[in-house]
């Protein structure tokens, strides 16, 4: 899919109340786009359909759980009825959860895997069939995070919605390549998002102290959610199928291919710390 005009183009962003979701549903309206965002949080969720209006293009704005399938095929079938379709669907909308598997409870299991894994099976669910059905082909992002391939130290439950979410990826790559279709799994990294002060934490992790030093140390690492989206736009463009992001993604994605084990072993160590 050709990423560099968005003009006469439907893209569709869960998420898009904050964070990489506000960032990249900014830049695909700057390069033409009409948008329709989703999220859970309806205040900012205003201000950011606020913002795109603003830039003279079409807006489409909902409060929508995609880890609830009735509100997700409402949304699709609003989208549809709206702009007769979809191009560029990015699936970004998600929570965090960090703590020890031993800490982690089943109830927080159901609502990271509901929000995290099934948020992205929604999205591909309900928006890919009108896709490959008005064959114009098109491109699906799932925001994944370096956590697909590289879990640290209390992330297990994290890191198994993540893994599941690139999991899915690479196998719609292989269905819809045939109907022209990209599928692109996104990786970020350490970025400067709201998400850490909003992530639910077990044991230790939820300690003041370790949630105060875990947001100043995103706060210092400053890897900006608009650098991330123009990074989103360059790999739909180049239709890569796994695209880290910041420069530790890349660190971490390469770690496990070529010297496996001694990331393990770090992580083992920094787990035994703790």
């Keep these: 899919?050709?990423?560099?005009?968005?003009?006469?183009?439907?893209?569709?962003?869960?998420?898009?109340?904050?964070?990489?979701?506000?960032a990249?549903?900014?830049?695909?309206?700057?390069?033409?786009?009409?948008?329709?965002?989703?999220?859970?949080n309806e205040i900012q969720l205003a201000q950011t359909e606020k913002e795109l209006r603003a830039l003279g293009h079409g807006?489409?704005?909902?409060?929508v759980d995609v880890?609830?399938?009735?509100?997700?095929?409402?949304?699709a079938e609003l989208v549809d009825r709206e702009y007769g379709?979809?191009?560029?669907?990015?699936n970004n909308a998600g929570v965090g959860l960090g703590g020890f598997f031993l800490e982690t409870t089943l109830d927080d299991w159901e609502w990271i895997v509901r929000s995290n894994f099934f948020g992205a099976?929604?999205?591909?669910?309900?928006?890919?069939?009108?896709?490959?059905k008005r064959g114009r082909g098109g491109h699906v992002v799932n925001v994944c995070s370096a956590a697909s391939y590289a879990?640290?130290?209390?992330?297990?439950?994290?890191?198994?919605?993540?893994?599941?979410v690139l999991g899915l990826s690479e196998g719609l790559r292989m269905e819809l390549a045939a109907v022209g279709i990209g599928v692109t799994a996104i990786c970020p990294g350490f970025i400067n998002t709201p998400i850490v002060e909003a992530s639910r934490l077990r044991g230790i992790a939820?300690?003041?102290?370790?949630?105060?030093?875990?947001?100043?140390?995103?706060r210092r690492r400053n890897y900006t959610p608009e650098r991330v989206a123009q990074n989103i736009l360059k790999a739909v463009q180049r239709n890569r199928a796994v695209a880290p992001i910041s420069p530790e993604a890349w660190l971490m994605y390469w770690g496990m291919r070529f010297v496996p084990g001694l990331y393990r072993w770090i992580n083992q160590r920094l787990a035994a710390r703790a």
């Design 67 to 75: 880890g609830q399938r009735e509100e997700m095929r409402e949304f």
């Design 24 to 40: 990249i549903a900014l830049a695909c309206a700057h390069r033409g786009g009409d948008l329709a965002i989703c999220d859970v």
């Design 85 to 90: 379709g979809t191009d560029l669907l990015i």
């Design 1 to 22: 899919m050709d990423a560099r005009s968005l003009s006469g183009k439907v893209v569709v962003v869960t998420g898009a109340s904050s964070g990489i979701g506000r």
């Design 121 to 132: 099976v929604h999205g591909c669910h309900f928006f890919i069939p009108a896709m490959v």
């Design 151 to 164: 879990p640290l130290p209390a992330q297990s439950a994290y890191a198994a919605t993540k893994f599941g």
């Design 59 to 63: 807006v489409l704005a909902a409060r």
């Design 206 to 218: 939820a300690e003041p102290q370790n949630r105060e030093r875990a947001i100043a140390f995103y």
